[in-house]
T-cell receptor, first 111, second 112 residues
Framework: QKEVEQNSGPLSVPEGAIASLNCTYS??????FFWYRQYSGKSPELIMF????GDKEDGRFTAQLNKASQYVSLLIRDSQPSDSATYLC???????????FGAGTRLAVHP | DGGITQSPKYLFRKEGQNVTLSCEQN?????MYWYRQDPGQGLRLIYY???????QKGDIAEGYSVSREKKESFPLTVTSAQKNPTAFYLC???????????FGPGTRLLVL
């Protein structure tokens, strides 16, 4: 059974700090990973995807992938209260374009 | 505007009733998916479809049915056999051979 694991949180950080969200996965064959943000009562929206080992930066967001450790993370710099949401990690599930999602980490950024 | 639409936003089901959730996309995506999300939990795959007139069961297909008669449309029926249907239902789509999925706004199903 392929799995994607996330700490449910809540992760509480002060405004302006770096928020670090982590995700581990069980399938060593996974090649790509996705981070979605989900505000309360809303649907998930794609933030970033990463295919290669190392870092990928997009604005205040940095995704980090370590395939040897089966670990992917999302860093949010200069966190804002508007970043408060649940962040879902996803990885391919072995079928055609299928993804398996983690349960999500709830982030709370306080002023 | 390109995107995925779901209707209705809220749906109420009576005991023993079948209800159908609509999902339409104008992104020209080949693949479409239905997920269920329960409070505080991740997304669980109900059904998915790679092409028109073909669909596959996901992890929790019991009590649900789908059809894919048009590329743009992938309706989900919650049957009376689904004993615990209260949840947030999300439809998604992806382009051919692309893993990135994009989501509609969701339908919240409640039982009366």
């Amino acid at each position: 059974q392929k799995e994607v694991e996330q700490n449910s949180g809540p992760l509480s950080v002060p405004e302006g700090a770096i928020a670090s969200l982590n995700c581990t996965y069980s399938d060593r064959g996974s090649q790509s990973f996705f981070w979605y943000r989900q505000y309360s009562g809303k649907s998930p929206e794609l933030i970033m995807f990463i295919y290669s080992n190392g870092d990928k930066e997009d604005g205040r967001f940095t995704a980090q992938l370590n395939k040897a450790s089966q670990y992917v993370s999302l860093l949010i710099r200069d966190s804002q209260p508007s970043d408060s949401a649940t962040y879902l990690c996803a990885a391919p599930s072995g079928g055609y374009n299928k993804l398996i999602f983690g349960a999500g980490t709830r982030l709370a950024v306080h002023p | 505007d390109g995107g995925i639409t779901q209707s209705p936003k809220y749906l109420f089901r009576k005991e023993g009733q079948n209800v159908t959730l609509s999902c339409e996309q104008n992104l020209n995506h080949d693949a479409m998916y239905w997920y269920r999300q329960d409070p505080g939990q991740g997304l669980r795959l109900i059904y998915y479809s790679q092409i028109v007139n073909d669909f596959q069961k996901g992890d929790i297909a019991e009590g649900y049915s789908v059809s894919r008669e048009k590329k743009e449309s992938f309706p989900l029926t919650v049957t009376s056999a689904q004993k615990n249907p209260t949840a947030f239902y999300l439809c998604a789509s992806s382009a051919n051979r692309q893993e990135t999925q994009y989501f509609g706004p969701g339908t919240r199903l409640l039982v009366l």
